[in-house]
């Protein structure tokens, strides 16, 4: 396998390290969302439950207690929880954002080398195809089928190489994206539940 990788070419070693560097990032994002610790139905039902009945200094501390996501969402609103609703939303927004943009971290990187690693590998078909007409011409067209062959195989080995490492890495950013997508739904269900139980307290200082 060595010998065969050597014949590829210099762009052999950037397209290997896309896949190591590809490799990294999948396995880290995917730690990253198993440790995830969302618990929104109970950290939302618990600060909601406590923000009804007007506690909301006690809902502040349970949120950022909770040492997750949403418990962080909430502790930002709870800070601007006597200001207007449109204020509470917007902080909410804002904190949303920041998770999410947190857990959508390397996803760009990841995305990027599926693009360029079979951009890589047809780079390095083309160097080798030039390579190999410039030896025919050196040999003044003199060339038998078997040494043509040989050349264009080992020229195109590139672009093999960079599928190769193309198609799991895009696979890999659909997987991650689609948990990212996951993830984000169920940070808006929370915030929606707390949101309607602001109202309500909302509703019940005006009385």
């Not at 954002?97 to 857990?103: A, F, G, L, P, T």
């Not at 078909?125 to 390579?131: D, Q």
Request: charged residues 20%; contains cysteine; proline residues 2%.
């Amino acid at each position: 396998m060595i010998d065969l990788l050597s014949k590829g070419g210099i762009l052999v070693v950037p397209i290997f390290l896309c896949s190591v560097l590809a490799l990294a990032i999948f396995v880290e994002r995917l730690i990253h969302f198993a440790r995830l610790k969302i618990r929104e139905d109970a950290v939302v039902a618990e600060v909601a439950g406590l923000v009804r009945q007007g506690d909301y200094p006690e809902a502040g501390v349970v949120a950022g207690q909770s040492n997750s996501p949403m418990g962080r969402i909430l502790a930002h609103a709870l800070e601007v929880l006597e200001q207007d609703r449109e204020t509470v939303e917007t902080v909410i927004a804002h904190s949303m954002e920041e998770e999410v943009r947190i857990s959508s971290r390397y996803l760009s990187a990841l995305a990027t080398i599926g693009n360029i690693a079979p951009l890589l590998g047809l780079l390095g078909t083309v160097l080798g195809m030039i390579k190999a007409f410039m030896v025919i011409q050196e040999m003044g067209g003199k060339v038998n089928a078997a040494v043509l062959a040989g050349g264009i195989w080992e020229a195109m080995l590139t672009t093999a190489l960079g599928l190769c490492v193309a198609l799991p890495v895009m696979v890999a950013h659909g997987y991650l994206s689609s948990r990212l997508d996951t993830y984000e739904a169920r940070l808006q269900h929370g915030t929606v539940h707390f949101i309607k139980a602001v109202g309500y307290w909302q509703l019940e200082r005006q009385k």
